[in-house]
Every structure is written in structure tokens, then in C-alpha cells.
């Protein structure tokens, strides 16, 4: 099995930062490309930026110049600097790994976080 444990969400005054986190463990034995996405209420999941097994980022241009992706192999984790936040970065963030497992070493999947509240409010 594998699972992904998110944390850092919280409560914050625009203009402010907040990091996540998201740590997978398990019986892992490869990790892919790395993601967090974003839902707020009545709105589709959208996605806030990737990071690949290179190093490689993309951001949605929402948040391109405010939020940083990075990724720290040895601890299986991917990071989300936010700064400058919005109220319009309110929403539940989660985290997305692309995983194979020791079991299936040539078969990856998506795997998600349980999700995180972000609420930028003054």
C-alpha cells in the first residue's frame, strides 16, 4: 500500500505564505512526476502545478510568481511555497504522486492526498 499525508494548510491574512507538504510512504519503488491541485467550493479541481522526476515545473498563471513546487526525493515529499496569497487561493489543495509500487514495479499509478483547507481571509 501507499498512502500520502498532507499538512501546512491553515488560516491566513492576504498577502501572507503558508507551505505544504505532502510525504508518501509505503511499498514504493519508483516516484514520477509530482502535482498539487486545487478545488474551491463549486468549482472543478484545477491544477496548481507539477513538478517531474527531473526537476521540471510548470504553474497555473494564476499563481506563477507566487507559489513555488519543489520536491525532496530522499523523503519522498513535494513542497508548495505559496506566498502573496489571494483570498482567490482559497480552496482545498491536494497533493498528487505518480507512484509505482515494489509489487508492480512497471505499473504506475495516481495516487492522492486526503486534501488540505487554505483560507486566505483578513
Known amino acids: 500500500q501507499v498512502q500520502l499525508v498532507e499538512s501546512g494548510g491553515g488560516l491566513v491574512q492576504p498577502g501572507g505564505s503558508l507551505r505544504l507538504s505532502c510525504a508518501a510512504s509505503g511499498s514504493i519503488f519508483r516516484i514520477y512526476g509530482m502535482g498539487w491541485y486545487r478545488q474551491a467550493p463549486g468549482k472543478q479541481r484545477e491544477q496548481v502545478a507539477r513538478i517531474s522526476s527531473g526537476g521540471v515545473t510548470n504553474y497555473a498563471d494564476s499563481v506563477k510568481g507566487r507559489f513555488t513546487i519543489s520536491r525532496d526525493n530522499a523523503k519522498n515529499t513535494v513542497y508548495l511555497q505559496m506566498n502573496s496569497l489571494e483570498p482567490e487561493d482559497t480552496a482545498v489543495y491536494y497533493c498528487?504522486?505518480?507512484?509505482?509500487?515494489?509489487?508492480?514495479?512497471?505499473?504506475?499509478?495516481?495516487?492522492w492526498g486526503q486534501g488540505t483547507q487554505v483560507t486566505v481571509s483578513s
Open positions: 498528487n504522486q505518480l507512484i509505482s509500487r515494489v509489487q508492480a514495479p512497471g505499473n504506475p499509478t495516481d495516487y
